[in-house]
């Protein structure tokens, strides 16, 4: 089995679709072993109760050296591949090398639209219905310098309905996720 860490800033339910896949042999060669969060969030509570390993890597005591510290973390843990899901920090520097081809992130958006700085949460589905797209979805793509630019793995699309706001819009959005990340890992797995 391939040992998989998981990157977290909040509630963590693309997280635990992760375990429930894995729980139920979908996640292909992947073994989720490792949470690690960027603040206090229900995503270590989630691991917990999945008895998984979890790191708090505060970004408030980190700062600037917390990319550097998670790097050496998943070094010292044998970690072959990372899955970002909600994670909030940008990451920078050699872990960004270092784990190029080996770390993906789900995005609540049919990228290249709506991603980049400051494109995450409900300001990507705001955006969305301001440009007044006809259809949205999530993308799971490869990390890289580049926020949201990496190779694109898979993507599931969804209609935008005429009377949907953002929060109703990121309801289905978030459902698409819990679907595409487990089979697009499942798969990647296969090639690592
Ligand atoms: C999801 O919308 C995901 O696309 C984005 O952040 C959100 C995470 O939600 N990266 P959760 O923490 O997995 O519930």
């Known amino acids: 089995m391939l040992r998989l860490a998981i990157l977290s800033s909040g509630g963590g339910s693309n997280f635990q679709a992760l375990i429930d896949a894995s729980r139920q042999k979908k996640l292909g060669c992947f073994q989720p072993v490792l949470l690690v969060a960027d603040r206090p969030c229900y995503a270590l509570e989630r691991a917990h109760e999945a008895q998984i390993e979890a790191e708090l890597l505060d970004r408030r005591e980190w700062k600037k050296t917390l990319s550097e510290e998670l790097n050496s973390l ?3 843990k044998n970690i072959d591949a990372v899955a970002l899901a909600g994670w909030l920090s940008i990451l920078s520097g050699s872990v960004l090398e270092e784990w190029k081809g080996r770390m993906v992130n789900i995005h609540p958006s049919l990228l290249p639209r709506h991603g980049g700085e400051g ?5 990507v589905h705001k955006k969305v219905l301001e440009s007044g797209d006809q259809e949205s979805g999530c993308t799971v793509h490869h990390v890289v310098a580049k926020v949201d630019g990496g190779a694109i793995l898979g993507q599931a699309k969804i209609k935008v309905c005429p009377d949907d706001t953002p929060e109703r819009l990121a309801q289905r959005v978030l ?8 089979l697009i890992l ?7």
Not at 186 to 192: A, D, I, K, P
């Open 119 to 123: 494109m995450w949460g409900m300001h």
């Open 175 to 182: 459902v698409q996720e819990h679907r595409l990340y487990p």
């Open 186 to 192: 499942s798969q990647w797995s296969e090639t690592l």
């Open 74 to 76: 998943l070094k010292s």
